[in-house]
């Protein structure tokens, strides 16, 4: 990848993307919801248009020419995943539906065959809920602990409470976001995988919201296990991501049974395939995998150092720009944040903003983000929330506060 | 199309009329939205069917439960039960319904299917209620 910072052409990249050409009751689509789902590329797009129209089958099983060319084309896909985020192994690339199939993978596999009743997960507690109700349910199940690290008002985690959670030594796997859905905050991730390691637990990174704005090295991250979703990487939904450190994947059960994870099978027993395979039961979501390939590709082709550039522009833009209109109220103030902007007005609801900025075309998520507890720790009932892609132009975050605006008129 | 929060909406959810815990009432009953958080907590007094409500939410909900108070007020059960399904029909389908006078206002929900069950929450508040009466 290219170390000079190279300037993302905006108007370039919005070409690529074809539904930014729609309008919205009679406006202008002003697309700021990207956090929970990004736009499409017409790249991503045409794979898998192509795999249905010239190359499918399913993939493993065929002797046949169509089945032999999607299992490479899906394979690619592996090999893809495991280089983007510089793993060590393909092997250590499993797919799932999402990052939330990921980490229940993990909970009801590694939770139960590795984790000891007693043991404790951490978890912060600016989770989404994906990373906070797995591990209760295996605490239910399986008699974990689950502990909860407090984040400091800012928005960014609370080293002293770290401290604490880990004290008596019970705790055997953080797992934590490195980039929060609602407050746009990262995470120290490589500083939290060494405290983790060097007090003997495991750490499980969600990386959902990072992914789509840096450069993920997990190696150099020394993550045990990296989740992710194709969707909010411009990529299809229906395929997810789950790393895991070989080693780890090896001593794990299978989650679930069927086709394709197994090694041998008679009516009495069947034993099971190795990682990746093992953890892959059933055809898995092969259009979608060759569509995540293209949307890598895609992302690697304009990269990350303009990428992180271009969003970086335009937080600083929008935090500015927000801060302005009078009444707003901006949650979360990390030091190290990125385009993902919650905000609450005096006079408005999260959801009539949310209905009052769609009249004007403007797309924005409102609500608890899947973050219930997170609200009631920051003192709101839910939030408006701004999110941005590669895409999001000054010009739209410039819409959003005229938008702001008019509805602070209305409830004047 | 129907604009979904006209003045008569801002207004009520600016200046209720009807807003407020009573300081005797014969049953409560109570809404929550757990994907927005809203909450409206309604006091119905069985004479004359007196409505007043507390309530902590959107726009949207607040004036609901205000002209809802207004709308209900000096009515029977059953009269009351036929202008709840009224009312939800006004808000999924767009259709004025000149029995229900202001409620109209609501119609605009049609086109904001996320936004009608702001609309109906006091609604289902106050039906827990009657049923305590």
Known sequence: ???????????????????????????????????????????????????????????????????????NAYEAARDKVADFINAASRDEIVFTRNATESINLVAYTYGRAVLKPGDAVAVSQ???????????????????????????????????????????????????????????SYTPVERLAKFAHERGAKILIDGCQAIVHRQIDVQAIDADFYVFSGHKLYGPTGIGVLYAKRELLEAMPPFMGGGEMIANV??????????????????????????????????????????????RGLTEHALA?????????????????????????????????ATLLDRQGIAVRAGNHCAQPLMGRMGVTGTARASFGMYTTHEEIDALAAGLNRIRQIFA | ??????????????????????????????????????????????????????????????????????AVAGKSLAQIEKMSREF????????????????????????????????TLPWSALAEALHHV
């Open chain 1, 1 to 71: 990848m290219s170390t000079t910072l190279q300037k993302l052409d905006v108007a370039a990249i919005r070409e690529d993307f074809p539904i930014l050409k729609q309008q919205v009751h009679g406006k202008k689509l002003v697309f700021l919801d990207s956090a929970a789902s990004a736009q499409k590329p017409r790249a991503v797009i045409d794979a898998m248009t192509f795999v249905m129209e010239s190359q499918y089958a399913n993939v493993h099983r065929g002797l046949h020419y169509m089945s032999e060319k999607t299992s």
């Open chain 1, 126 to 184: 600016m989770e989404h809920h994906a990373n906070l109700v797995p591990w209760q349910m295996l605490r239910d199940a399986h008699g974990t602990e689950l502990r909860i690290i407090k984040i400091t008002d800012a928005g960014e985690i609370d080293f002293e409470s770290l401290e604490q959670v880990f004290a008596d030594g019970k705790v055997k796997l953080l797992a934590i976001t490195q980039m929060s859905n609602v407050l746009g």
């Open chain 1, 266 to 311: 008679s009516y009495e027993k069947s034993s099971w395939a190795k990682p990746p395979y093992r953890f892959e039961a059933g055809t898995p979501a092969i259009i979608e995998t060759i569509g995540l390939g293209a949307a890598i590709d895609y992302v690697r082709s304009i990269g990350f150092d303009a990428i992180a550039a271009h969003e």
């Open chain 1, 321 to 353: 720009t927000l801060s302005d209109v009078e009444g707003v109220n901006i949650i979360g103030q990390a030091q190290d944040r990125g385009g993902v902007i919650s905000f609450t007005m005096r006079a408005a609801h999260a959801h009539d903003i």
């Open chain 2, 1 to 70: 199309m129907n604009h979904p929060y006209q003045e008569l909406i801002v207004e009520r959810h600016k200046h209720p009329l009807h807003a407020g815990k009573p300081a005797q009432f014969d049953a409560q009953g109570q809404g929550a939205n757990p994907i927005c958080g809203d909450k409206v907590r309604v006091y119905l007094t069985r004479a004359g069917m007196d409505v007043h409500y507390e309530a902590e939410g959107c726009a949207v909900m607040n004036a609901s439960a205000d002209l809802m108070a207004d």
């Open chain 2, 88 to 119: 939800e029909t006004i808000i999924t389908t767009g259709q004025e319904n000149q029995a229900l006078g202001e409620l109209n206002a609501f119609a605009g929900l049609a086109e904001f299917s996320s936004r009608q069950r702001c609309a």
